[in-house]
Antibody
Framework: EVQLVQSGAEVKKPGEALKISCKGSGYSFTTYWIAWVRQMPGKGLEWMGIIYLGDSDTRYSPSFQGQVTISGDKSISTAYLQWSSLKASDSAMYYC?????????WGQGTLVTVSS | ESVLTQSPGTLSLSPGERATLSCRASLSISSSYLAWYQQKPGQAPRLLIYGASRRATGIPDRFSGSASGTDFTLTISRLEPEDFAVYYCQQYGISPHTFGPGTKVDIK
């Protein structure tokens, strides 16, 4: 069974760093792209970027380029999304998803709350 | 970047009725890379349709998708109670893989 399991909810202060994770299982992790999607409270889905774990090829949305870093560790089938300095406006639910004929499997989401 | 526009913003219907949701792309995109998702409150999105018209695994056949140029349509032939949700289209052929703003289907 294909599964993407994300790390747990985070509560951080503005200016702090954060790295959240998405661990894949049940399939060959290095042969699919993994995307990150933001959903702010009560809002729609926003595509942030995508990584191919086979060679770490990464693409970013212009809206998120320079604001976050997407990375991965294929040895442990895990993709990451990180911030060096969080802002209150980064408070949102973040999903990872596997690209295969659309985005066919999604993680359960990681809720990030940034508040002083 | 291809911007996707969805209409209507909200669709109020009764169970058993037919729902027709639209998605228009600002730039020509291959229909091979257009998907539809359903999202219910507190849940991750679920893939319904990929390649504009292909149902994902386990999706009931009351869901169908079609394409005409830059216009894409998701049709739910007869709404079941569990179909009341928000629906998003997405193009995944060219980076960035943009989503539309969503159509909420609620109970009339």
């Amino acid at each position: 069974e294909v599964q993407l399991v994300q790390s747990g909810a985070e509560v951080k202060k503005p200016g702090e760093a954060l790295k959240i994770s998405c661990k894949g299982s049940g399939y060959s992790f290095t042969t699919y792209w993994i995307a990150w999607v933001r959903q702010m409270p009560g809002k729609g889905l926003e595509w942030m970027g995508i990584i191919y774990l086979g060679d770490s090829d990464t693409r970013y949305s212009p809206s998120f380029q320079g604001q976050v870093t997407i990375s991965g560790d294929k040895s442990i089938s895990t993709a990451y999304l990180q911030w060096s300095s969080l802002k209150a406006s980064d408070s949102a639910m973040y999903y990872c998803a596997r690209q295969h004929s659309g985005y066919d499997h999604w993680g359960q989401g990681t809720l990030v709350t940034v508040s002083s | 970047e291809s911007v996707l526009t969805q209409s209507p913003g909200t669709l109020s219907l009764s169970p058993g009725e037919r729902a027709t949701l639209s998605c228009r792309a600002s730039l020509s995109i291959s229909s091979s890379y257009l998907a539809w998702y359903q999202q219910k409150p507190g849940q991750a999105p679920r893939l319904l349709i990929y390649g504009a018209s292909r149902r994902a695994t386990g999706i009931p056949d009351r869901f169908s998708g079609s394409a005409s140029g830059t216009d894409f349509t998701l049709t739910i032939s007869r709404l079941e109670p569990e179909d009341f949700a928000v629906y998003y289209c997405q193009q995944y052929g060219i980076s960035p893989h943009t989503f539309g703003p969503g159509t909420k289907v609620d109970i009339k």
